[in-house]
Antibody, heavy 119, light 110 residues
Framework: QMQLVESGGGLVKPGGSLRLSCAAS????????MSWIRQAPGKGLEWVSYISSNSGLTIYYADSVRGRFTVSRDNAKNSLYLQINSLRAEDTAVYYC???????????WGHGTMVTVSS | QSALTQPASVSGSPGQSITISCTGA?????????VSWYQQHPGKAPKLMIYDVNNRPSGVSNRFSGSKSGNTASLTISGLQAEDEADYYCSSYTSSSTYVFGTGTKVTVL
């Protein structure tokens, strides 16, 4: 069964940092582009970032997070990461990792990990 | 990148068909056949229902179909069932090599 499991969320003060992880099982992460997508409480989905397959040389970010968030991957550990720095209240959200089956859709999603930014 | 525009809510009776629109721009929906649709039940992760405008993943009911005309994509649910009550989001690849989601539509089965 193909599955993604996120971890690393929590309560952090404004300006703080967190590292989110996403562990894949049932498939080999190496061969897929992967994305992070977030959803603020009671709000819609917002695409955050994606990283290309294999060596992950191609990376894109949403304007709202560029310069503060860094996506990376460790294919040996079948895992995806999101380093989030300089956190703001508006970064409060459930963060999902998702597999990109192609350019046209995110076909496998994790259950999400909650990040709360509050003093 | 502005969110794609969806109606806030759509409702229908069991057995009826409903259509959800998703309006973007020539820089996203209008230029790429990379539109997808997601179903999200409360407290759950989104689920892919349609990819590449009009393709269904394995296991998704054929009551769900997608289409696109110009800058507007659409999701049609036919034979509406109680289990279809959920939030639905569209998404598109963009000319900036990024992705944008729609504002979301709450589907209510009357």
């Amino acid at each position: 069964q193909m599955q993604l499991v996120e971890s690393g969320g929590g309560l952090v003060k404004p300006g703080g940092s967190l590292r989110l992880s996403c562990a894949a099982s049932g498939f080999t992460l190496r061969g897929y582009y992967m994305s992070w997508i977030r959803q603020a409480p009671g709000k819609g989905l917002e695409w955050v970032s994606y990283i290309s397959s294999n060596s992950g040389l191609t990376i894109y970010y949403a304007d709202s997070v560029r310069g503060r968030f860094t996506v990376s991957r460790d294919n040996a550990k079948n895992s995806l990461y999101l380093q989030i720095n300089s956190l703001r209240a508006e970064d409060t959200a459930v963060y999902y990792c998702a597999r990109m089956g192609g350019w046209g859709g995110f076909d496998i999603w994790g259950h999400g990990t909650m990040v709360t930014v509050s003093s | 990148q502005s969110a794609l525009t969806q109606p806030a809510s759509v409702s229908g009776s069991p057995g009826q068909s409903i259509t959800i629109s998703c309006t973007g721009a020539s820089s996203d929906v209008g230029s790429y056949n990379y539109v997808s649709w997601y179903q999200q039940h409360p407290g759950k992760a989104p689920k892919l229902m349609i990819y590449d405008v009009n393709n269904r993943p394995s296991g998704v009911s054929n009551r769900f179909s997608g289409s696109k005309s110009g800058n507007t994509a659409s999701l049609t649910i036919s034979g509406l069932q109680a289990e279809d009550e959920a939030d639905y989001y569209c998404s598109s690849y963009t000319s900036s090599s990024t992705y944008v989601f729609g504002t979301g539509t709450k589907v209510t089965v009357l």
